[in-house]
Nanobody
Framework: VQLQASGGGLVQAGGSLRLSCAASGSTYRLNGGGWYRQAQGKQRELVAS???????TYADSVRDRFFIYRDNAKDTVYMEMNGPKPEDTAVYFC???????????WGQGTQVTVSS
């Protein structure tokens, strides 16, 4: 399995941005998807996740601003970032897991920079 993250860039505060995480390979083994972020000098944290069944969770800091959803036909998980704030600036990583082995898969990071 490989995860390919894309969609990062520079965005003004209050704008919008959509991140994509496309899975390839044995995608039937995946248990859903999630987005994590790591700001400079900080630990990586969970931003949002969506389970195989479609249940979603959000970090308190992004709830009602970010929305995670998936397109099963494209094996892609998206995260719509609405009204981003400068404190959302970070490298964003997508993640999924193997439902059989528990192995974790990570996409490469994509930088999101929010200007004030």
């Amino acid at each position: 399995v490989q995860l390919q993250a894309s969609g990062g860039g520079l965005v003004q505060a209050g704008g919008s941005l959509r991140l994509s995480c496309a899975a390839s390979g044995s995608t039937y083994r995946l248990n859903g998807g999630g987005w994590y972020r790591q700001a400079q000098g900080k630990q990586r944290e969970l931003v949002a996740s969506i389970s195989r069944a479609g249940s979603v969770t959000y970090a308190d800091s992004v709830r009602d601003r970010f929305f995670i959803y998936r397109d099963n036909a494209k094996d892609t998980v998206y995260m719509e970032m609405n009204g981003p704030k400068p404190e959302d600036t970070a490298v964003y990583f997508c993640r999924s897991g193997d439902i059989f082995s528990g192995k974790e898969y990570w996409g490469q990071g994509t930088q999101v920079t929010v200007s004030s």
